[in-house]
Nanobody, 123 residues
Framework: QVQLVESGGGLVQAGGSLRLSCAAS????????MGWFRQTPGKERAFVAA????????YYADSVKGRFTISRDTAKNTVALQINSLKPEDTAVYFC????????????????WGQGTQVTVSS
């Protein structure tokens, strides 16, 4: 059973930074794509960023381009999300996800999910 475990969330002031990390229990070579999504109460899970595991190609939602950076460490089987210039509207539960083959922005196509980590940005 594949497990994804996120860490690094917390409370931060607007303009601050956070680094989220996701550790995979299985060899990530089996994964085609790993991504980050976020969700606020009453809303659907929204795409934030994704990275192709083999090529390292990255993809971002328009709302986070230039502020968020996704990266992976193939030796440690981890993926990270560096979040800079945080805004109150970035407040959400952030989820790490992995897929064996998917459209990177489609949450329904991801096979594995972490439990989520809360990011709260105060104004």
């Amino acid at each position: 059973q594949v497990q994804l475990v996120e860490s690094g969330g917390g409370l931060v002031q607007a303009g601050g930074s956070l680094r989220l990390s996701c550790a995979a229990s299985a060899r990530t070579l089996y994964f085609n794509t790993m991504g980050w999504f976020r969700q606020t109460p009453g809303k659907e899970r929204a795409f934030v960023a994704a990275i192709k595991w083999i090529s390292g190609s990255t993809y971002y939602a328009d709302s986070v381009k230039g502020r968020f950076t996704i990266s992976r460490d193939t030796a440690k089987n981890t993926v990270a999300l560096q979040i800079n210039s945080l805004k109150p509207e970035d407040t959400a539960v952030y989820f790490c996800a992995a897929c064996l083959g998917c459209s990177y922005y489609q949450s329904s196509e991801y096979n594995y999910w972490g439990q989520g980590t809360q990011v709260t940005v105060s104004s």
